[in-house]
C-alpha cells in the first residue's frame, strides 16, 4: 500500500509563506513526475499548480509563478512546495501527486495523497 503523507498546511495571513511536504510510505523505482495539485471550494476539478520531472525541469500555474517553487528530493522520495506571498484565491485543498512505479514489475500510474488545507486569511 502506498501513501503519500502531505504536512504543512495550515492558517497563514496574506501575504505569508507556508512550506508543504510530501513524503512517500515507499521507495518508488521509477519517478517520473512529482506534482502538487489543488482544489478550491466550489470548484470540482483539481488545478495543477506545479510539476517537477525526474530531470529536474519544473512547470507552474501562471497564478502562483514567481512565489511558489517546487522542490524534489528524490533520495528520499520527498517534494516540497515553497508558498510565498500567499493571497486569499491560493487558499485550498493541496494534494501531492507522483507519477511512478514502485516495483520494475509493477505499472506506471499516479498516486496521490490526501490533501492538506490551506486557508489564506484577509
Known amino acids: 500500500q502506498v501513501e503519500l503523507q502531505e504536512s504543512g498546511g495550515g492558517l497563514v495571513q496574506v501575504g505569508g509563506s507556508l512550506r508543504l511536504s510530501c513524503t512517500a510510505s515507499?521507495?518508488?523505482?521509477?519517478?517520473?513526475?512529482m506534482a502538487w495539485y489543488r482544489q478550491s471550494p466550489g470548484k470540482q476539478q483539481r488545478e495543477l499548480v506545479a510539476?517537477?520531472?525526474?530531470?529536474?525541469?519544473?512547470t507552474y500555474a501562471d497564478s502562483v509563478k514567481g512565489r511558489f517553487t517546487i522542490s524534489g528530493i528524490g533520495a528520499k522520495n520527498a517534494v516540497l512546495l515553497q508558498m510565498n506571498n500567499l493571497k486569499p484565491e491560493d487558499a485550498a485543498v493541496y494534494y501531492c501527486?507522483?507519477?511512478?512505479?514502485?516495483?520494475?514489475?509493477?505499472?506506471?500510474?499516479?498516486?496521490w495523497g490526501q490533501g492538506t488545507q490551506v486557508t489564506v486569511s484577509s
Open positions: 501527486n507522483v507519477l511512478g512505479r514502485v516495483t520494475i514489475d509493477t505499472p506506471l500510474r499516479y498516486y
Open positions: 515507499v521507495s518508488f523505482t521509477v519517478i517520473n513526475n
Open positions: 510539476q517537477i520531472m525526474a530531470g529536474g525541469s519544473t
